[in-house]
């Protein structure tokens, strides 16, 4: 949850203070990740990438010349 923690010390001084409850806290930082998310889904939409590629999809065969390990620098 990485916005999440991005916020994390405002929110919790806000506990500190009394200003919020633990649940209200708990809301604040899940709000925050969810608008995160749907923030990237947007951009990712407006993008209009036809696929979401991984690693785990990537074909490492395709070039089987730049798998051969290289000479080092002398």
Do not use: W
């Amino acid at each position: 949850m990485p916005r999440a923690l991005e916020v994390l010390n405002h929110t919790m001084r806000r506990l500190e203070r009394g200003e919020a409850s633990a649940l209200e806290v708990i809301d604040a930082l899940l709000a925050e990740e969810l608008t995160e998310s749907r923030r990237i889904k947007t951009a990712l939409m407006m993008a209009r990438l036809s696929i979401v590629k991984t690693l785990a999809g990537f074909d490492f065969t395709f070039n089987a010349s730049s798998a051969r390990p290289r000479r080092p620098l002398r």
